[in-house]
């Protein structure tokens, strides 16, 4: 592993220092390519226009016929955070709107993920005109095709990659389609979504629909934009960051949805001091934890109720099925890291027991991930049409994308992949039980051929030394409220240190005391109790630490050399 210290451009800090940005800010700012205070202005009139997204306007003028004409509205949903809280938004706008509109989220243990033939024999027993995808849709080809069988139109709304076959739908949302000119295609789900009833908002308004009734305010939503965004792990471009930004200024005011709300609340956070670290770490495995252990209804309920009691004991039960999660997790990352000792670590590693359970392996994959810094996929026992299979789930490293890769192992291999779909750098695939020492052995040459010899060094980047006017409470504070995520990343600083003291804290951290030039720094070492030597260079986070009311500053140790 090396600790490395991003580059940045001098002439974009002083730009961003005379701009009056702070001067922490600016070298971190910089080192993100950010180069004019502009980009940092995160206003509403500042997004990029709905009409950039190709097929929009179809979107739009469907959903309108069907609101003005009374017809049957049913989203499907997908089982994670940002299907759940895209659902959310298109449940309170089309309702808003006036529309006859329901859900359905499929039970990922017994349908998988997607519009697949079988879920849509479910949905036409609700008798829907139209079915509306939400995070989802774009790979679904067959259940397309079923759904027109049945005489039932289909509005797709995803922003995953397509494959070779895009479905025949009525209309595409999705900016990663071909031909879609959308500058962000790093959108989330949730964020397609929000710009479809953005755009079906103004065809409403251009028919007069709002003549006579109020027209909504579409930007109570944000909250939930942001949440799904952060929690789906998107790269957080500009347009991004924007949302972002809205939903956390709704949620500090005390305007934000009842059930965002009283998720930070069931955790203990303070909506007033929302921070892009409580929308990824707080609020979003929470919600998760519904889709992967029992039924993401749960969680769509809570996103979609005006009542705050109901509200509050649906994200207590969010909580508890969070802590069981947790407890999960734990248990199959051990028996992991066991099978790990065994195992090759020079390429691709795949992972598989018939006690794991299908809703947390994503989870795994990702802490292996972190671990070995190689692709990894998981695996857990399922079943489908009646046989049994292995249902998996990918994370990859920066230099390999996991998608692409996967492309490559179904092309070389016809029939291996049940089906696969996902990102760059996170993936789901099928395959039967007893292809897996195959997918195996294909996985491991493909990530051989396709990792560069560069990427498989860890890197670890950082934001250089923290001066020690800087190490204060108030600097910590504003670094905890700008906005930070996937592809913008947290400060992170590296410097030399003394190690004065260290001691085991909870069984699992290590509580240190640091000294840099005659000053004593407290700091954890979170999950971690591999002893530091009595000299270290640390990469570290500036954290707020609160113990009996009092706040006082602590580095967060999460690398040394």
């Given at each position: 592993m090396r600790i490395v210290q991003r580059p940045y451009a001098e002439a974009d800090r002083c730009a961003l220092v005379e701009a009056g940005v702070h001067p922490l800010l600016a070298r971190i700012y910089a080192a993100r390519r950010i180069r004019t205070s502009a980009e940092l202005k995160y206003e509403t009139a500042a997004l990029l226009p709905p009409f950039l997204l190709k097929g929009i306007d179809g979107a739009a003028r469907l959903l309108a016929d069907a609101i003005q004409s009374g017809k049957r509205l049913l989203i499907v949903a997908d089982y994670d955070a940002d299907g759940a809280t895209a659902c959310a938004v298109g449940i309170r706008a089309l309702r808003a709107f006036?529309?006859?509109v329901e859900y359905l989220v499929p039970d990922r243990f017994k349908l998988g993920y997607g519009l697949s033939p079988e879920l849509v024999e479910l949905a036409a027993q609700r008798r829907p005109d139209l079915l509306i995808t939400v995070d989802n849709g774009i790979a679904s080809v067959e259940g397309v095709a079923r759904a027109r069988e049945l005489g039932i139109a289909t509005l797709i709304t995803d922003h995953h990659l397509p494959g070779p076959e895009v479905p025949a739908a009525a209309c595409i949302v999705n900016p990663n389609q071909p031909g879609c000119a959308f500058p962000s295609k790093a959108l989330a789900g949730v964020g397609v979504m929000f710009y479809v009833v953005l755009a079906t908002r103004a065809?409403?308004?251009?028919?007069g629909f709002f003549a006579e009734k109020?027209?909504?305010?579409?930007g109570a939503l944000t909250d939930l934009v942001a949440l799904?965004?952060?929690?789906?792990?998107?790269?957080l471009d500009a347009n991004n960051r924007n949302l972002v930004s809205q939903g956390l200024r709704r949620l500090r005011a005390g305007r934000g949805q009842p059930g965002v709300m009283a998720l930070l609340r069931a955790a203990g956070r303070s909506p007033a001091a929302a921070t892009s670290f409580d929308l990824g770490f707080v609020a979003g495995p929470r919600l998760n934890a519904a889709g992967r252990l029992a039924d993401m209804s749960v969680g769509i309920e809570c996103l979609i109720t005006e009542d705050e009691a109901r509200a509050m004991n649906l994200a207590q039960q969010l909580d508890r099925l969070n802590v069981e999660r947790r407890a999960i997790e734990a248990s199959m990352l051990e028996q992991a890291l066991e099978h790990l000792k065994k195992v090759n670590l020079e390429s691709g590693l795949t992972f598989f027991d018939h006690g794991w359970h299908q809703g947390v392996v994503?989870?795994?994959?990702?802490?292996?991930?972190?671990?070995?810094?190689?692709?990894?996929?998981c695996f857990a026992p399922a079943e489908e049409g009646g046989?049994?299979?292995?249902?998996?789930?990918g994370r990859s490293i920066p230099g390999l994308h996991l998608r692409d890769c996967l492309d490559l192992v179904a092309k070389r291999a016809p029939g291996l992949i049940g089906r696969f779909g996902g990102h760059a750098m996170a993936a789901g695939l099928t395959i039967l039980e007893t292809d897996y020492q195959g997918?195996?052995?294909?996985?491991e040459t493909a990530v051989e051929e396709l990792l560069p010899a560069e990427a498989r060094l860890r890197t670890v980047e950082t934001d250089g030394a923290l001066e020690g006017a800087h190490c204060t409470l108030e600097v910590a504070r504003m670094l905890e409220g700008e906005i930070w995520g996937q592809g913008f990343p947290q400060p992170l600083f590296c410097d030399n240190f003394a190690v004065e003291s260290q001691r085991v804290v909870g069984e699992r951290h290590l509580k240190l005391r640091l000294v840099k030039d005659g000053r004593r720094y407290e700091a954890m070492r979170f999950g971690a109790l591999e002893p530091l030597p009595e000299k270290v260079r640390a990469a570290y986070r500036l954290a707020v630490s609160e113990f009996n009311g009092l706040r006082t500053i602590q580095l967060n140790v999460e690398h040394f050399e």
């Open positions: 006036g529309a006859h065809e409403l308004r251009r028919r109020t027209e909504p305010n579409l799904g965004t952060v929690a789906d792990v998107v790269p994503g989870i795994l994959a990702s802490r292996l991930k972190d671990r070995v810094h190689r692709p990894v996929v046989r049994p299979v292995l249902r998996g789930s997918f195996s052995r294909a996985f």
